[in-house]
């Protein structure tokens, strides 16, 4: 069976989900349309080097952005939010060591000490307050101990190796993140309450 499309060509009946112009991801719709000139409508799709060998370089560690303090970081207690400003700086340290292939040994082991520091801190603060969450907090205090330990042997093998310096690094944001916000700020309103604050 043959139908005139609209342009009036005749052709077999090609459901829209085996038609392989409909299969193309937007990005390779957009060169297959993209005039030969180029056009600003289409540079965000554009290929960024004909060269294959640029086009298989795996993304390195000068892509790891920094972290920022974000209010909604903050726990209203200042010896607390001290302590995680000192590691956001500490991490900012190690990324920016892990963008520039240098050493990152020392750094990372000042940043193990300042986490020891704190974490010693904040159960101090969570005991005295009675923070019923208390063994839970802990627990998961020496999980990230085991954790950034099991880190830092990484980036002690990973070397200049552009890949493994780049994914030690977006763990080790990662890792800070998500206890400041999934577990540190779980205890706040109750200590804030307990402080009169």
Same mark, same amino acid.
């Not at 903050?74 to 060591?97: K, M, P, S, W």
């Given at each position: 069976m ?7 060509? #005749? ?7 085996? =038609?392989?112009?409909r299969?193309?991801?937007?990005a390779m719709?957009?060169?297959?349309? /993209?005039?030969?000139?180029?056009s ?6 554009a290929?960024p080097?004909?060269?294959? *060998? =640029? ?8 892509? &790891? ?5 974000l209010?909604?970081?903050? #726990?209203? !207690?200042?010896? !607390? =939010?001290g302590?995680?400003?000192q590691?956001?700086?500490? #991490?900012?340290?190690?990324?920016? *060591? ?10 990372a082991?000042?940043?193990? /000490? ?8 904040? *159960?101090?603060l969570l005991a ?6 208390? =063994?839970?907090?802990?627990q998961e ?6 954790e &950034? ?5 990484? !980036? ?5 190796d /552009?890949?493994?310096?780049? *994914?030690?690094? &977006? $763990?080790?944001?990662w890792?800070?993140?998500d ?6 700020? $779980? ?8 402080l009169?604050?």
């Amino acid at each position: 069976m043959e139908i005139a499309n609209r342009r009036g060509h #005749t052709g077999r009946i090609v459901p829209p989900s085996h =038609d392989p112009a409909r299969r193309r991801s937007p990005a390779m719709r957009a060169r297959h349309l /993209a005039p030969a000139a180029g056009s600003a409508i289409f540079a965000r799709h554009a290929r960024p080097s004909a060269n294959r *060998e =640029d086009r298989m370089t795996a993304p390195g560690p000068e892509d &790891l952005p920094p972290l920022s303090w974000l209010s909604a970081l903050e #726990t209203g !207690i200042g010896d !607390i =939010d001290g302590d995680h400003r000192q590691l956001i700086d500490d #991490t900012n340290l190690v990324l920016a *060591e892990l963008k520039r292939g240098g050493p990152i040994l020392e750094l990372a082991e000042a940043m193990r /000490a300042h986490c020891r520091e704190h974490f010693a801190r904040e *159960e101090r603060l969570l005991a005295e307050h009675g923070f019923a969450g208390f =063994d839970a907090h802990a627990q998961e205090h020496r999980r990230l101990e085991a954790e &950034l330990d099991g880190l830092i042997a990484r !980036i002690a093998e990973a070397g200049a190796d /552009a890949r493994a310096r780049r *994914e030690l690094g &977006l $763990r080790l944001r990662w890792l800070l993140l998500d206890h400041f916000l999934h577990y540190d700020l $779980r205890y706040k309103s109750h200590v804030l309450h307990k402080l009169g604050l």
